[in-house]
């Protein structure tokens, strides 16, 4: 396998060089950006001039890409595979912009991965196949050769092999490596229960990697964190902490219950109509929509779409809708908007185009988006903003 490494600044500054030693089935690793020939050398990978990647044929690549800012050449490239190593915002950096086109590109991707715990959590409520570059065993999980080098691995370094391999194989195989590491993450915090007792984020922690395993135990560590953060008097667990029941209730099949719990939490306006809506779905025997609403509500896109994906009324499509823009699958909810009302969110449109390369469309998509009060400076100005995080970004690879 060939492989293309777009990075987030030069080789000195790149921080994946233990994983590129890694990856399986090594053929050809080339870096978009500067090397010396020694480097060159010892690391056996092939420096390519940023200008020059479209010279490769690059369908025959695996894109290992670390930041948003390449995500306008990882849609024209048309690489084999996108792997998207997602990262925190850079300090230089404004978070908003990152988050935003970080969120496309892991949309994008076939396979994410982080170091970031707090975004791997996120990226795994949104979409399947996402791996945590990271672990707390302390113990080598198998061993591998590159050449003359003997690896030994640690447990997410084994998978990291296992999701490349997996990218390539039928996509009726099973991808045991996801649920192996989230099993991994629970069994973690789990462990960490029984040492740190009075702590109401690692019970939280388990709490999460239970659910997103299935498994109903999920339940006790949450309601362990919650009383914990009511001794403590936060004051805000209801939303983040109590609104989470519902969601582990819905997974057990208990919806009147998980209804019930949602409409505890409900305390905006909005809040109320949206526990009312439920209410009316789950006596109408909408049982497919509430189930599809209440993951939602807490952030569980990815089991919402599956649920919706299958169901056919305007109703659930303008609920997937909301689905697919909240997880950056901006084409996919273009689309069904047109199929229901034949207009189109103009910003989404507009975004798209920018990111096709199609300026003068993205132009007249956010001023029609932005209509007759002078709207569209924000839109125009976050053009701007993404050209110059461009530009420094082929600063910093170039060197």
């Known amino acids: 396998m060939k492989y293309l490494i777009l990075s987030g600044g030069s080789w000195e500054d790149y921080e994946y060089k233990r994983l590129l030693e890694l990856l399986p089935d090594r053929e050809e ?38 930041s948003p800012y390449w995500l306008s050449e990882v849609l ?17 950096e404004k978070k908003w912009l990152w988050d935003k086109y970080s ?28 791996i945590y570059l990271g672990g707390d065993q302390q113990e080598s999980y198998g061993i591998t050769f590159q050449g003359d080098r003997l690896h030994f691995l640690t447990d997410y370094e084994v998978l990291w092999r296992k999701a490349i391999v997996n990218l390539w194989q039928d996509p009726t195989i099973s991808s045991d490596w996801v649920s192996i590491q989230l099993e991994l993450r629970a069994d973690y915090y789990i462990s960490m229960c029984a040492k740190l007792p009075s702590q109401p984020v690692v019970h939280y922690l388990a709490a999460s990697y239970l659910y997103l395993l299935g498994d109903p135990a999920a339940n006790r560590y949450l309601a362990q964190s919650f009383e914990l953060m009511v001794l403590y008097e936060y004051l ?38 949206e526990a009312e809506r439920l209410q009316g779905w789950l006596h109408s025997g909408q049982y497919e929509l509430v ?5 939602r509500l807490n952030e569980d896109e990815a089991a919402g779409i599956r649920i919706l994906s299958s169901l056919t009324t305007s109703e659930a499509k303008r609920l997937l809708i909301q689905n697919y823009i909240r997880t950056f699958q901006w084409e996919k909810a273009l689309e069904l908007q047109h199929e229901l009302d034949g207009s189109v ?11 096709h390369g199609r300026r003068h469309e993205a132009i007249r998509s956010f001023l029609n988006a932005a209509g007759q009060d002078n709207q569209a400076w924000p839109l125009l100005s976050e053009m701007a903003d993404l050209e110059e995080a461009i530009r420094r970004l082929r600063r910093r690879v170039e060197g």
């Open 236 to 273: 805000d667990c209801l939303h983040s902490h109590f609104r989470f029941f519902s969601a582990i209730e819905v997974k057990t099949g208990e919806l009147e219950t998980a209804v019930q719990q949602y409409t505890i939490t409900a305390l905006t306006t909005e809040e109320k109509l």
């Open 291 to 295: 189930r599809a609403e209440l993951f």
């Open 29 to 66: 690793v080339c870096f978009a950006g500067r090397m010396t020939r020694e480097q060159q050398t010892n690391t056996q990978i092939r420096a390519v001039a940023a200008v020059d990647i479209y010279s490769l044929n690059v369908k025959q690549y695996t894109v290992l890409v670390s």
């Open 103 to 130: 969120g496309l590109l892991g949309a994008k991707a076939d396979l994410v991965a982080t170091r970031s715990e707090r975004i791997y959590l996120e990226q795994s409520l949104r979409r399947e196949g996402v």
């Open 76 to 92: 024209s490239l048309q690489a084999t595979y996108v792997v998207a190593l997602l990262e925190r915002c850079q300090e230089e």
């Open 345 to 355: 969110d103009g910003v989404i449109e507009g975004t798209i185009h920018l990111l």
